[in-house]
């Protein structure tokens, strides 16, 4: 168990790093914030941080020594580096969560093992497998590179049989899975944390739009039914347990149908703090990155409990600019990322707005 004064140690410097060094200060937990030369906003909250690559290895030595615990804010943590560093000091998540959500393969067919639901799914190696796998799913369906797809990244959408070879140059002849097109009435995503005595606190499920394959906006309470809402909390420990998880972890999930025809396909496991959980620092009464910390450090989890109607809208690009109005919006809640530059597609913040439930 960490004591007030010791360090987090953090792998990324993005948002989601800078949120949970904010989140650790006020526990009196430090945090030191390791990776690559860059635009790394995480650098500027945090004490300490080390500029260097993932793969250099006395610049890791040095950065384990100097924390109690590693964990890290993006799934893509090279394989060997989480061995490295779980070698020395307790990285949590535990390098096995990465293992199986780094690969879509690996980890639908984790999802299946479970025996949760997911979209119908092909392995595909090759331009023969794909023409085969597109005569099995059908069109539409989307191929999807196994591993660094992100914000659609690394997804082509195959609208008929004419655009089969387009579609596997679109994802430069990786290794890929074609999934079954899933006609969804909603997205949703559960935030939940488990802690180092497997305790499991899951924030209400939450509604997501997405814009461009990127999400746009966080919605609670999710339009689903209550028995949907507790399937996909259900889902979600089940999958925590099965992981040995601790830390937060997001499950996304389609909602097909509706009413109490509502069924729920897994999408993803994101094995770390989840942008579907920003509207928690400002709308429940712990945010998903206190909760992140206090599993970590094997501290008890904190209340879930939601404060009112919430939407959260993702600022992504220019979409930023608009701050002088978001700002001067009473009871909005802005979040800038501190990032130099707003390239298209790129998150730059969010702002939350939280409706005292007995006011709608
Ligand atoms: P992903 O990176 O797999 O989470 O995909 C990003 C977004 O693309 C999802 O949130 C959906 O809006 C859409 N999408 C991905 N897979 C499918 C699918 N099988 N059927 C329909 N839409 C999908």
């Given at each position: 168990?960490?004591?007030?004064?010791d360090?987090?140690?953090?792998l990324?410097?993005g948002?989601?790093?800078?949120?949970?060094?904010?989140?650790a200060?006020?526990?009196?937990?430090?945090?030191h914030?390791?990776?690559?030369?860059?635009?790394?906003?995480?650098?500027?909250?945090?004490?300490?941080?080390?500029?260097?690559?993932?793969?250099?290895?006395?610049?890791?030595?040095?950065?384990?020594?100097?924390?109690?615990?590693?964990t890290y804010?993006?799934?893509?943590?090279?394989?060997?580096?989480?061995?490295?560093?779980?070698?020395?000091k307790?990285?949590?998540?535990n390098?096995?969560?990465?293992?199986?959500?780094?690969?879509?393969?690996?980890?639908k067919?984790f999802?299946?093992?479970?025996?949760?639901?997911?979209?119908?799914?092909?392995?595909?190696?090759?331009?023969?497998?794909?023409?085969?796998?597109?005569s099995?799913?059908g069109?539409?369906?989307?191929?999807?590179?196994?591993?660094?797809?992100?914000?659609?990244?690394?997804?082509?959408?195959?609208?008929?049989?004419?655009?089969?070879?387009?579609?596997?140059?679109?994802?430069?002849?990786?290794?890929?899975?074609?999934?079954?097109?899933?006609?969804?009435?909603?997205?949703?995503s559960?935030?939940?944390?488990?802690?180092?005595s497997?305790?499991?606190k899951?924030?209400?499920?939450?509604?997501?739009?997405?814009?461009?394959?990127?999400?746009?906006?966080?919605?609670?309470?999710?339009?689903?039914?209550?028995?949907?809402?507790?399937?996909?909390?259900e889902?979600?420990?089940?999958?925590?347990a099965?992981?040995?998880?601790?830390?937060?972890?997001?499950?996304?999930?389609?909602?097909?149908?509706?009413?109490?025809d509502?069924?729920?396909?897994?999408?993803?496991?994101?094995p770390?703090?989840?942008?579907?959980?920003?509207?928690?620092?400002?709308?429940?009464?712990?945010?998903?990155?206190?909760?992140?910390?206090?599993?970590?450090?094997?501290?008890?989890?904190?209340?879930?409990?939601?404060?009112?109607?919430?939407?959260?809208?993702?600022?992504?690009?220019?979409?930023?600019?608009?701050?002088?109005d978001l700002?001067?919006?009473?009871?909005?809640?802005?979040?800038l990322?501190?990032?130099?530059?707003?390239?298209?597609?790129?998150?730059?913040?969010?702002?939350?707005?939280?409706?005292?439930?007995?006011?709608?």
């Amino acid at each position: 168990m960490l004591k007030p004064g010791d360090t987090i140690g953090i792998l990324g410097g993005g948002q989601l790093a800078r949120m949970i060094a904010m989140a650790a200060a006020p526990l009196g937990l430090k945090a030191h914030v390791f990776a690559p030369k860059g635009d790394n906003p995480a650098f500027e909250v945090s004490g300490h941080f080390t500029e260097a690559n993932y793969d250099d290895f006395p610049a890791l030595s040095a950065f384990s020594e100097a924390v109690s615990v590693i964990t890290y804010e993006f799934e893509n943590v090279p394989a060997e580096t989480a061995a490295f560093l779980d070698s020395r000091k307790p990285v949590l998540p535990n390098p096995k969560a990465l293992e199986t959500t780094q690969d879509r393969l690996v980890e639908k067919t984790f999802i299946r093992s479970l025996g949760l639901s997911c979209p119908d799914f092909i392995a595909v190696n090759s331009l023969e497998d794909l023409k085969a796998a597109v005569s099995s799913l059908g069109t539409p369906s989307i191929l999807k590179t196994r591993r660094f797809g992100y914000d659609g990244k690394g997804q082509a959408r195959i609208a008929d049989e004419a655009s089969i070879s387009s579609a596997w140059d679109d994802i430069g002849h990786a290794p890929a899975i074609l999934e079954a097109y899933v006609p969804f009435s909603r997205e949703i995503s559960v935030v939940a944390a488990r802690s180092q005595s497997g305790d499991v606190k899951a924030f209400e499920p939450c509604e997501n739009e997405h814009r461009h394959h990127i999400l746009s906006r966080t919605l609670l309470p999710a339009a689903i039914t209550p028995r949907t809402g507790w399937a996909a909390i259900e889902a979600a420990e089940r999958i925590g347990a099965a992981l040995a998880y601790v830390g937060v972890f997001a499950v996304e999930f389609f909602v097909v149908g509706s009413g109490d025809d509502e069924t729920l396909l897994v999408n993803e496991i994101a094995p770390r703090v989840h942008n579907s959980g920003h509207w928690t620092i400002d709308g429940a009464e712990t945010s998903q990155f206190e909760q992140h910390v206090r599993a970590i450090a094997g501290w008890p989890l904190g209340s879930t409990k939601r404060r009112g109607k919430i939407e959260m809208i993702n600022l992504i690009g220019d979409d930023v600019e608009n701050w002088p109005d978001l700002v001067a919006e009473p009871g909005l809640k802005l979040h800038l990322y501190g990032k130099r530059e707003a390239r298209p597609g790129r998150k730059m913040g969010h702002a939350t707005r939280v409706t005292p439930e007995k006011d709608t």
